[in-house]
């Protein structure tokens, strides 16, 4: 049963990073809202 273990935290990880590099594209977008709204 340990690949059951390495196979889920394997599928884990890569949702992880999937999710950091969600996160990190909506950020910069609203980071790109902000600073047009603040301009005009």
Request: hydrophobic fraction near 45%; charge should be negative.
């Amino acid at each position: 049963m340990w690949y059951f273990t390495w196979i889920l935290g394997l599928f884990l990880a890569c949702s992880f990073g999937i999710i950091n590099a969600l996160w990190l594209e909506s950020s910069e977008n609203m980071d790109r809202e902000s600073d047009s709204s603040k301009g005009e």
